[in-house]
RNA sequence: GGUCCGGUGGCAGAGUGGUCAUGCGGAGGCCUGCAAAGCCUUUUACGUCGGUUCGAUUCCGGCCCGGACCUCCA
């Protein structure tokens, strides 16, 4: 099946050609650990979970990298602001966020690199650029020469002269070229800082990036991507750096990008106070990943995504509906099934709200199919079509009955409650068996009667 | 100022030059002791003004509205 994916670089959607077929390479742009990770974080780390899910059903290899940024100064700001071992914030903060992606359903990378175990590659890529003449030391800074790379720009589409003209930040004295960028800087003894032919310091935004990318994938490699804000100043620095160190090899051959973040119709901002991290939504929400998952991949990865609690209530009503009918085939075993439909839509530029309204057939079929052979043709579709997109994978009945909260009596209780209320039904006594039934509605728990006398019963 | 993206039915959200998105919600029905779930039927769209065309929501142009980026926010 052709793969095709929007290119960032040629701006518009172009067939999928992997530079090797036998073993498919892409990054994605990691986190920087010093606070939880917001729902505008988890966006790329979902999207790029589907692609890394599809590319491995199309090629045979596939090494997905996606870094952690654990030198930079917004971390050494809040370690001193929190009073905090820088070391200890990173790891804490590195832990957390990978509780919160396996917790929305996302498959941890084959290599997940970290900025300050690679300085050494950060060094030998900046020395490689003072030699071919891109870049150069000044006051203990090494700085990226921009107006030595004739085609610097092309990934954002600003031209040099744009950005000089339009630079909200004052420039720098030792700058050469207002759009000169640093590769290295120095540290006083309070800051992290590594020995370097430029003294003791650390590195500048970008070169942990490239250093890490091109160590796991090579100096070419088939897919990097991130999100949209990424493209400039970090991607279109990256790539400077990466070409202009290795003049022969051409860095990423596509990229792609995922669209913007709203929150509840605003902008997402925190003197709005609606910058949702994850941690805090699965505090409000526990046990429902899945739902935020399936908010982030009803709208199309490039789409602007307006981010709403509300959504997440929807999405958990959806999945409900799905693992509902999968409880009721429980006992069905699914037919194996390749989900061309699915595969078909995320083939075309990760169309994930057209797979979701396959699963959404598949999940039609199972509800009216009458046989057996019918239902299980039916729930390998959804279960296969579903994991692709990392979605409908856990057990209904857990989910169906998720977690118990304060408020309810527990599932022992519940249970010994409906059983009172089957006794009651048997004797015709329909006041209690209803007065029952309401007091567990109230709490949350809605049940169902089925046909045999039985019943069945979940968290709302 | 420059560059770029988007505006689809009550809501969410795909897509297409000329029969259907899909889901939620609303209405009616079947089923049920009543519900719940499921099933069936049904309801309403393509910002605006022009152009191209036999025909445009879909292509082109203007305008309006919203958003993003222009040196360190995914």
């Not at 031209?159 to 720098?172: F, I, K, N, T």
């Amino acid at each position: 099946m052709t793969l095709r994916i929007h290119d960032t670089l040629r701006r518009k959607k172009v067939v999928f050609e992997p530079l090797d077929p036998d073993h498919v390479r892409f990054y994605v742009c990691g986190p920087t650990v010093y606070d939880f990770a917001h729902i505008g974080n988890a966006r790329p780390v979902v999207v790029f979970d589907v692609l890394a899910r599809l590319l491995r059903h199309l090629y045979p290899r596939v090494t997905y990298v996606r870094n952690i940024t654990d030198v930079e100064d917004k971390i050494n700001d809040r370690a001193k602001q929190l009073g905090e071992d820088i070391r200890s914030l990173t790891e804490r903060t590195a832990r957390q966020f990978h509780e919160d992606m396996a917790a929305l359903g996302a498959l941890p990378p084959d290599i997940e690199p970290r900025a300050t175990e690679h300085i050494t590659e950060m060094i030998a890529i900046i020395s490689a650029l003072i030699a071919n003449g891109h870049a150069y030391e000044a006051d203990g800074h090494v700085l990226f020469d921009v107006p030595s790379m004739p085609d610097y720009g092309r990934l954002s589409g600003h031209s040099r002269e744009e950005l000089v003209a339009g630079a909200r930040v004052e420039v720098a004295p030792y700058k050469q070229d207002p759009a000169d960028f640093v590769l290295w800087k120095p540290s006083t003894p309070d800051l992290p800082g590594w020995e370097s032919p430029w003294g003791r310091g650390r590195p500048g935004w970008h070169i942990e990036c490239s250093a890490m990318s091109i160590k796991y994938l090579g100096r070419t490699f088939d897919i990097h991507g991130g999100g949209q804000d990424l493209i400039f100043p970090h991607h279109e620095n990256e790539i400077a750096q990466s070409r202009c160190a290795h003049p022969d090899a051409g860095f990423a051959k596509y990229w792609m990008h995922n669209g913007y973040l709203m929150a509840e119709g605003e902008k997402m901002s925190k003197s709005l106070g609606n910058f949702y991290t994850v941690h805090e939504l699965l505090e409000e929400f526990p046990g429902r990943g899945e739902a935020i998952r399936l908010v982030l991949l009803q709208t199309h990865y490039r789409q602007p995504l307006d981010f709403t609690k509300d959504g997440i209530v929807q999405a958990k009503a959806t999945l409900d509906r799905f693992y509902l009918a999968l409880r009721e085939a429980a006992g069905i075993a699914a037919a194996a099934f390749e989900a061309p439909d699915v595969m078909a839509a995320l083939s075309d530029d990760l169309n994930t709200p057209l797979a979701i309204s396959h699963l959404h057939e598949a999940l039609g079929a199972l509800n009216k199919a009458a046989t057996d052979k019918e239902k299980a043709a039916a729930k390998g579709r959804l279960l296969a079509g579903g994991a692709l997109l990392g979605l409908v994978q856990q057990d209904p009945e857990a989910w169906l009955r998720g977690a118990a909260e304060a408020s309810d009596t527990g599932d022992a209780g519940i249970e010994s409650l409906i059983a009172q209320r089957n006794e009651a039904r048997k004797s015709k006594d329909f006041e209690t068996a209803d007065r029952i039934r309401d007091d567990l509605s109230k709490a949350g728990i809605v049940l169902e009667d089925k046909p045999d006398g039985t019943t069945v019963w979940r968290r709302a």
